[in-house]
């Protein structure tokens, strides 16, 4: 009786380690590269196919840099998201990813956010992105 306890105790532990592994797997595919990425953003187009928006905010919320600037670019386009896509831009340029940079400068610039008039704030943080660690895609 005592061996299957042993032996039931060290199964049990095994399967547990192996589902462990499984899940830390699967959470690392959970973002796929950079290219699907902007494939899956491309299928949005004009029409805004819902599976492909919902996939780009699951790999936004998770992290991924290029999927927080194709969402952003998406909500460009819509004035009621268009704050949303700011704070995307910045997650994404935080992450150091060169193209959310530019459009964050750009809205920045288009916003005049950039001026001495409201202290700069924007200005510095602006900066501040560009001194991220930069990673080119």
């Not at 589902?19 to 796929?32: K, S, T, V, Y």
């Not at 790999?59 to 909500?75: F, K, N």
């Not at 992450?95 to 400068?105: E, H, R, S």
């Not at 809205?107 to 501040?128: E, F, H, P």
Request: hydrophobic share 45%.
């Amino acid at each position: 009786m005592e061996l299957f306890n042993k032996s039931g105790v060290l199964i049990s532990s095994l399967l547990v380690l192996v589902g462990a592994l499984i899940a830390c797997q699967a959470r690392e595919d959970a973002i796929p590269p950079s290219t699907v990425i902007e494939a899956a953003a491309q299928q949005l187009g004009t029409q805004g196919h819902r599976v492909a928006e919902r996939r780009l905010q699951e790999w936004a919320e998770l992290g991924s840099p290029v999927a927080q600037r194709e969402l952003a670019l998406r909500y460009l386009s819509n004035p009621a998201k268009r704050n949303e896509a700011r704070q995307l831009f910045e997650r994404a340029a935080g992450a150091g990813d060169a193209q959310a940079v530019v459009k964050l400068a750009g809205l920045y610039q288009g916003s005049n956010l950039l001026g001495s008039g409201t202290g700069g704030v924007a200005g510095r943080a602006l900066k501040d992105v560009s001194n991220a660690n930069y990673i080119p895609h």
